[in-house]
């Protein structure tokens, strides 16, 4: 998902923001060929019968972009009816032009967007709901999970088709914990007492026993994302219901904080580590709350002895960060070309989701995830059973900024310059500032 990551052509997903996006960035060419602007027509049906030719803006590079190349050439090979012609961004650039090109009516006729973005769009009528597009595709929506249909519908309409879920798994290195007699028979960890308590005794145990590792890598460079991984674990909300206020300084909050600085001062992980994902991949840490788009990095290759599991419930529950892909159509986009998109949508969604899984995100759909094939794949059922528990961004416009101020504040806390209770004062104010903007 980030590409300073050595692993970023395995990645795409993490939190959204405007300096964090998720998607791995990719060559500016479109299958090879270079890439159309973003204000040149697509060609429609001739009188001859020619295929719609619609336009697939997404910000998927590597390893997942060769798995979107299988898609578009499964779909554009299983029919004659439609053209899918691809156009990958850079995954730094990807929505400050895709907002360009939704504002200025002239850019994809279909586009990946992270469930976490599309508020504004649907805020400003950018995009069309899809409920009756795929039902003249054929395609029915209670396939999608009622969890991925739900984060992208607002007033009972939905306005993307969620292709997966993905989010955060407990990775483990079972050489380390063989070391350090933290090993069950299964392959599984000893993880002792399911408290914060409980959980820092196990990684003491670690650091004991396997002193030249980490007990635990986290990722300070990203810290948001373990924060509201326990933070959501603890109960915790990022607004309050009616998203009008500030939710964020609190008890649980606080305690969260505390556990992890603990984890720093007592050296069980390490605050500078600059590459955390690479600490853990090279066998340098015990555990890593990593994402499911790095399985086939850390699960693939089977020498590095890598296990995975949910997040256990330290705080008290199994409830942890998520987000979406999701597929949207720009309203500016002619019906013909629409129905053209949903054709894609729904192939994307039943049979690319086949090859979609593989790259690690559970797949939305859950005729895919019910398939035996699906299910053969490395840790697949722990992924399926980790899915069950996942939180959404809160579906506010402001989400952008408001996460933004949350990783850079979390940042000031985690490096000292503020005290917990300062910082989280602090966010609670700058994030009413924000929603009062």
């Known amino acids: ?28 060419k479109e299958n090879g060929e270079p890439a159309k602007a973003a204000n040149e027509p697509a060609k429609t049906e001739s009188a001859g019968g020619s295929p719609v030719e619609i336009s697939f803006w997404n910000m998927f590079g590597g390893g997942e972009g060769e798995f979107v190349d299988q898609i578009i050439k499964g779909f554009n090979d299983s029919q004659k009816e439609v053209t899918v012609k691809q156009l ?8 400050a032009k895709l907002s360009t090109a939704l504002s ?12 976490d973005r599309i508020s504004p769009f649907v805020k400003a009528q950018q995009i069309v709901p899809v409920d009756e597009l795929a039902s003249k595709a054929g395609f029915d929506l209670k396939e999608i999970s009622d969890s991925n249909m739900q984060s992208v519908s607002y007033e009972g309409k939905p306005y993307a088709v969620p292709l997966d879920t993905h989010f955060h798994m407990f990775y483990y290195n079972k050489d380390i914990l063989q070391k350090a007699d933290l090993l069950n028979e299964d392959g599984t960890p000893k993880l002792g007492d399911m408290t914060p308590a409980g959980f820092e005794q196990t990684l003491a145990d670690i650091q004991a026993k396997v002193p030249d ?16 991984n326990l933070y959501y674990e603890a109960g915790g909300d990022i607004l309050n219901s009616d998203m009008t206020k500030a939710s964020i300084n609190n008890p649980q909050a606080l305690d969260v904080l505390k556990f992890y600085l603990d984890v720093f001062n007592n050296k069980y992980a390490d605050l500078n580590d600059k590459t955390p994902w690479d600490t853990f991949h090279n066998g340098k840490a015990a555990f890593w709350f990593g994402g499911v788009w790095e399985a086939g990095l850390l699960l693939g290759d089977e020498s590095l002895h890598i296990g995975a599991m949910p997040l ?10 998520a987000s979406s892909h999701t597929l949207v159509i720009p309203s500016y986009v002619t019906p013909e070309k629409q129905e053209a998109a949903a054709k894609f949508m729904k192939y994307f969604s039943e049979i690319g989701g086949e090859t979609w899984g593989q790259a690690g995100h559970v797949p939305a759909n859950s005729k895919v995830t019910t398939s035996d ?27 952008t900024t408001i996460i933004t ?6 940042q000031n806390i985690i490096f000292g310059s503020e005290s917990p209770e300062d910082g989280l004062a602090k966010l609670e104010k700058q994030i009413n500032e924000v929603l009062e903007n």
């Not at 419930?313 to 942890?320: A, R």
């Open 88 to 95: 990958r961004l850079e995954s730094n650039e990807y929505y």
């Open 104 to 115: 200025s009516s002239k850019g994809p006729d279909v586009a990946i967007a992270h469930v």
């Open 373 to 399: 094939a699906y299910k053969s794949l490395p840790y697949r059922s722990e992924f399926i059973e980790a899915q069950k528990t996942v939180k959404f961004a809160p579906p506010t416009d402001k989400y």
């Open 1 to 28: 998902m980030r590409m300073n990551k050595k692993f970023a052509s395995l990645v795409s997903a993490g939190l959204t923001l405007a300096l964090i996006l998720p998607g791995c960035s990719s060559g500016n």
């Open 213 to 228: 590792v980490q007990a635990m890598a986290v990722n300070t460079p990203y810290f948001q994302e373990p924060f509201l």
């Open 405 to 410: 101020t949350i990783s850079e504040e979390l």
């Open 312 to 321: 256990p419930p330290i705080f008290g529950s199994q409830t942890h960060w």
